[in-house]
T-cell receptor, first 116, second 118 residues
Framework: RKEVEQDPGPFNVPEGATVAFNCTYS??????FFWYRQDCRKEPKLLMS???SGNEDGRFTAQLNRASQYISLLIRDSKLSDSATYLC?????????????????FGQGTILTVHP | DVKVTQSSRYLVKRTGEKVFLECVQD?????MFWYRQDPGLGLRLIYF???????EKGDIPEGYSVSREKKERFSLILESASTNQTSMYLC?????????????????FGSGTRLTVV
């Protein structure tokens, strides 16, 4: 089983649609969670962190369910500029020495295309 | 604005050549990372470093080595390039918070080096 699994898509949605991406992670000790966005031929960039209570940033809402080891990203009122690959990212937690060195594990990404 | 700079955007090398990929960050971050990204496989960690002269293997270190002589610079070395090392290479950095190193703010990535080995 992969450490972080995402539906690769692609998702093709019209402008204005609401779209949701899901992600599961295998390590129950995982500490922190993120969504990154990657445009074609560019580097990944942090979109938002994901908190246990759920969090919102404009049209984007992230949810975390620790019991089910599940993360989601909801995009409302999709724009053409939202077209990108969305990466689910997990900090898998501390090693035996009590540190994590901030290593992150990336899902393969979900491709979103928003069309007019 | 914080920056991670990778020395080359595109690179073409021959099989068997020794290849150096350079990464410099100006954020005084303790941690630096090298990933490669391939279609269908996502980002995979090659090596990382949490301090000057310290390094740890990631998930796919074979065929690679690294060097961190200064805090701001982390180099990835392909000892003898092979065609299966053709990939996009991404450098990233993050900082250490207190006594526990948790990447609450995630990484800052460089713009990547697309390496082709022929």
């Amino acid at each position: 089983r992969k450490e972080v699994e995402q539906d690769p898509g692609p998702f093709n949605v019209p402008e204005g649609a609401t779209v949701a991406f899901n992600c599961t992670y295998s390590n129950s000790a995982s500490q922190s969670f993120f969504w990154y966005r990657q445009d074609c031929r560019k580097e990944p960039k942090l979109l938002m962190s994901v908190y246990s209570s759920g969090n919102e940033d404009g049209r984007f809402t992230a949810q975390l369910n620790r019991a089910s080891q599940y993360i989601s990203l909801l995009i409302r009122d999709s724009k053409l500029s939202d077209s990108a690959t969305y990466l689910c990212v997990v900090n898998p937690g501390l090693n035996a020495g009590g540190t994590s060195y901030g290593k992150l594990t990336f899902g393969q990404g979900t491709i979103l295309t928003v069309h007019p | 604005d914080v920056k991670v700079t990778q020395s080359s955007r595109y690179l073409v090398k021959r099989t068997g050549e020794k290849v150096f990929l350079e990464c410099v960050q100006d954020m005084d971050h303790e941690n630096m990372f090298w990933y490669r990204q391939d279609p269908g496989l996502g980002l995979r960690l090659i090596y990382f470093s949490y301090d000057v002269k310290m390094k740890e293997k990631g998930d796919i270190p074979e065929g690679y080595s690294v060097s961190r002589e200064k805090k701001e610079r982390f180099s990835l070395i392909l000892e003898s390039a092979s065609t299966n090392q053709t990939s996009m290479y991404l450098c990233a950095s993050s900082f250490l918070r207190g006594g526990r190193n948790v990447a609450n703010y995630g990484y800052t990535f460089g713009s990547g080096t697309r390496l082709t080995v022929v």
